[in-house]
Structures are given as structure tokens and as C-alpha cells.
């Protein structure tokens, strides 16, 4: 009877060994390196629409597949459809601006940014434009004073018109901020129907929106905007299996950008046309003001940027200080930049 104790005492030591170590195996320090090795059934639920689309096209998805990398697509982008996601578990990583991975610490889920890319020429190929409602004069941005401008406080667009009165010397009193999530056509609506004089419009729909409202104009806003990440729940890049799986895909994802590059008419009609609805007209004028992607050698003016945008946001949305060096994992900033090889911009401007 007493061997058999000892017997079971020792299976279930032995037992309650072996979980644990199969546990800290599974779990990846955010201070370790990345592995190089993607475990068998390892499987990465990812929101990158346009990634996902160009490498279908490309045939760069072959590489994540002979890399042993499964990739659940979930048709998602952008800041609150990532976030609710992220707190239902349901995704691991979007691809977003820069201001998703603050609001997401504000509102307590932890992010980490895997991936950092730019636009080789910035202030020339905007992301956005302030869209003018019809009948509205505003020609410069100190017109902005007394109007009524669509806001959407945890998105990028947001933080644009922030940074946007901050350049024109003016407060939030002295215009009428009407929130306003951008989702669809949410903000040419607003300004077609006079619910707002001014909203920033993404390059991809202001040629729709003028053709749409006769009369209607826009102005350029003079600002950087062309922060673009990728970021994951901070659990899924500490699981070893997705960390590595991420790796990978981190590479094929800075190779499918140049790609976009180097092939806008495959580009245009993979994604822009098939996926977003573009009218081949409307595809070819977005790719003209859009500018290429760059993958940067470093991401030290990236996050120095991100760091004074969570500086304004904490001022003028009343949020707590951050310290966004704690949002950003760096392990992955060589990786890419290695998939890039000689194509990485050197002279990313702060």
C-alpha cells in the first residue's frame, strides 16, 4: 500500500512537472529573442485587410505557408473594431495608426506595435485632407475658428484635429467638435448633409466625396500623418508559438508593402477595386496622392512622434501620462527591416 502511495506520489509530481514545464515553454519573455521555429498548428488571427490581399496577389503568401504560418483573416482594421476584438479575444493583431495602441492602454488592454512602416515623402502624399462641406469657407486652417469639425476621439482622425488646431494657434473652445466615429462613409455623409463644415477625409474617399457634393472643396493640413502599424495583444506576442509565427509573418508583411510599391495596378485591383470598392478611376487617383511605403531602418523617430502625440492626447483628453517605449517591441524593428533589405528608408524625418 505504501509503494503504491509512493508510486501515484511520484506520477503526479512527475505529472505536475511536466505541465509546468510545457507551460514556461509556451511562454515567451518580452526580453527573450524571437524564435526562429513556428510550431506545428500554430495559427495567428490577424485584421490587415490590405496585407492580406497583396499577398494573395503577389504570391508572397507561399512564404508564410512554407514558414509553417496559418493566418485566420478577420475582416477588421482600425482602432474600436481592433480593441473590441482584442477584449474579446477574438484577434491577435490589426493593422492601425498610431493612436489605437494609446486608447487601448487608457482603456486598460495591453498592446505591444510588432511593426512600424512610413511614406517615403509624407508631407507631399498626406493620409488625410480636411474634407469642406459645401457652401463652407475655409481656405486656410485659421478658417477653422467658429466651425463645427468632426471628431472621433480614439481614432487617428482625432488626433488630427487636434494636432491641426494645435498648429493654427487654436483651442478646443474656439471650434465645435462633434463626435463622430469614422466608419464607412460616415464623414462625407456629415459634410454632405451640413452636420459638419470640416472633416478629415482619408485620400481614398476625397475624390468621392467631391465628386459626390458639388461645391464641396478641401484644404491640406500641413501635418505629418502617415503613422502605420501593426499591433497584437500583448499576451499573443508573449505565447512563444505566435510569437515566432509573428516573425515571420512580420518579414513576408515588409516585402508585400514594396511589393504594393512596385505594382500599383496589381495593388489597385487586388485591394482597392476588390476589396474596397474603388472605381478603377478613383483607384488610380488615390495611388497618385498616396505615395509609396518605406520600411524604416530604425523606429526612434516613429515612436518619438508617438511619444508627443500620447503628450497631447493625455493634455487635451484629460488621459494619464504614458511612456510609450512600454507599447512598442522592438525585437520585431530588425526583422523587418531586414526583409527589406537595401529598400529601408535611412532618412525617416522626425
Same mark, same amino acid.
Request: aromatic share 6%; net charge neutral.
Given at each position: 500500500?505504501?509503494?503504491?502511495?509512493?508510486?501515484?506520489?511520484?506520477?503526479?509530481?512527475?505529472?505536475?512537472?511536466? #505541465?509546468?514545464?510545457k507551460d514556461s515553454a509556451a511562454t515567451l519573455e518580452l526580453t527573450a529573442a524571437l524564435p526562429e521555429k513556428v510550431p506545428s498548428g500554430t495559427e495567428i488571427r490577424i485584421g490587415d485587410p490590405a496585407i492580406q490581399a497583396s499577398l494573395t496577389a503577389s504570391g508572397l503568401d507561399k512564404e508564410?505557408?512554407?514558414?509553417? %504560418? &496559418?493566418?485566420?483573416?478577420?475582416?477588421?482594421?482600425?482602432?474600436?473594431?481592433?480593441?473590441?476584438?482584442?477584449?474579446?479575444?477574438?484577434?491577435?493583431?490589426?493593422? =492601425?495608426?498610431?493612436?489605437?495602441?494609446?486608447?487601448?492602454?487608457?482603456? *486598460?488592454?495591453?498592446?505591444?506595435?510588432?511593426?512600424?512602416?512610413?511614406?517615403?515623402?509624407?508631407?507631399? @502624399?498626406?493620409?488625410?485632407?480636411?474634407?469642406?462641406?459645401?457652401?463652407?469657407?475655409?481656405?486656410?486652417?485659421?478658417?477653422?475658428?467658429?466651425?463645427?469639425?468632426?471628431?472621433?476621439?480614439?481614432?487617428?482622425? /482625432?488626433?488630427?484635429?487636434?494636432? =491641426?488646431?494645435?498648429? #493654427? /494657434?487654436?483651442?478646443?473652445?474656439?471650434?465645435?467638435?462633434?463626435?463622430?466615429?469614422?466608419?464607412?462613409?460616415?464623414?462625407?455623409?456629415?459634410?454632405?448633409?451640413?452636420?459638419?463644415?470640416? $472633416?478629415?477625409?482619408?485620400?481614398?474617399?476625397?475624390?468621392?466625396?467631391? *465628386?459626390?457634393?458639388?461645391?464641396?472643396?478641401?484644404?491640406?493640413?500641413?501635418?505629418?500623418?502617415?503613422?502605420?502599424?501593426?499591433?497584437?495583444?500583448?499576451?499573443?506576442?508573449?505565447? $512563444?508559438?505566435?510569437?515566432?509565427?509573428?516573425?515571420?509573418?512580420? /518579414?513576408?508583411?515588409?516585402?508585400?508593402?514594396?511589393?504594393?510599391? +512596385? @505594382?500599383?495596378?496589381?495593388?489597385?485591383?487586388?485591394?482597392?477595386?476588390?476589396?474596397?470598392?474603388?472605381?478603377? #478611376?478613383?483607384? &488610380?487617383?488615390?495611388?497618385?496622392? /498616396?505615395? +509609396?511605403?518605406?520600411?524604416?531602418? !530604425?523606429?526612434?523617430?516613429?515612436?518619438?512622434?508617438?511619444?508627443?502625440?500620447?503628450?497631447?492626447? $493625455?493634455?487635451?483628453?484629460? @488621459?494619464?501620462?504614458? +511612456? %510609450?517605449?512600454?507599447?512598442?517591441?522592438?525585437?520585431?524593428?530588425? %526583422?523587418?527591416?531586414?526583409?527589406?533589405?537595401?529598400?529601408?528608408? !535611412?532618412?525617416?524625418?522626425?
Amino acid at each position: 500500500m505504501k509503494k503504491a502511495a509512493a508510486a501515484l506520489s511520484v506520477l503526479v509530481a512527475l505529472s505536475t512537472l511536466y #505541465a509546468c514545464g510545457k507551460d514556461s515553454a509556451a511562454t515567451l519573455e518580452l526580453t527573450a529573442a524571437l524564435p526562429e521555429k513556428v510550431p506545428s498548428g500554430t495559427e495567428i488571427r490577424i485584421g490587415d485587410p490590405a496585407i492580406q490581399a497583396s499577398l494573395t496577389a503577389s504570391g508572397l503568401d507561399k512564404e508564410l505557408s512554407d514558414a509553417g %504560418v &496559418k493566418v485566420a483573416w478577420a475582416n477588421i482594421s482600425g482602432g474600436p473594431q481592433s480593441i473590441q476584438a482584442f477584449r474579446g479575444d477574438k484577434l491577435d493583431c490589426s493593422s =492601425v495608426a498610431d493612436i489605437p495602441s494609446l486608447f487601448a492602454a487608457w482603456t *486598460g488592454t495591453s498592446t505591444k506595435i510588432v511593426f512600424q512602416s512610413v511614406t517615403v515623402d509624407p508631407l507631399q @502624399h498626406p493620409t488625410y485632407e480636411l474634407g469642406i462641406a459645401p457652401g463652407v469657407s475655409v481656405t486656410s486652417l485659421a478658417d477653422l475658428r467658429g466651425k463645427k469639425i468632426a471628431y472621433s476621439a480614439g481614432q487617428a482622425q /482625432g488626433a488630427l484635429v487636434l494636432r =491641426v488646431l494645435q498648429k #493654427a /494657434g487654436l483651442k478646443q473652445s474656439d471650434v465645435t467638435l462633434v463626435d463622430l466615429t469614422s466608419n464607412g462613409d460616415s464623414y462625407p455623409t456629415a459634410l454632405g448633409s451640413k452636420a459638419v463644415d470640416v $472633416a478629415p477625409l482619408g485620400t481614398s474617399v476625397l475624390a468621392r466625396y467631391k *465628386g459626390k457634393y458639388p461645391g464641396s472643396t478641401s484644404i491640406k493640413t500641413g501635418i505629418r500623418d502617415d503613422a502605420s502599424t501593426l499591433y497584437c495583444l500583448t499576451k499573443s506576442v508573449q505565447d $512563444a508559438g505566435k510569437a515566432a509565427a509573428l516573425k515571420a509573418y512580420v /518579414g513576408v508583411r515588409a516585402k508585400a508593402l514594396l511589393w504594393q510599391n +512596385d @505594382h500599383p495596378e496589381e495593388y489597385s485591383k487586388a485591394y482597392l477595386q476588390a476589396v474596397q470598392g474603388l472605381s478603377a #478611376a478613383d483607384a &488610380k487617383a488615390y495611388l497618385a496622392v /498616396g505615395g +509609396d511605403k518605406g520600411i524604416p531602418a !530604425t523606429w526612434d523617430n516613429a515612436q518619438a512622434r508617438l511619444q508627443a502625440t500620447a503628450d497631447l492626447l $493625455a493634455t487635451e483628453q484629460k @488621459h494619464d501620462k504614458l +511612456d %510609450v517605449s512600454k507599447l512598442v517591441d522592438r525585437r520585431f524593428e530588425k %526583422v523587418e527591416a531586414a526583409a527589406a533589405g537595401d529598400r529601408v528608408v !535611412t532618412g525617416d524625418a522626425a
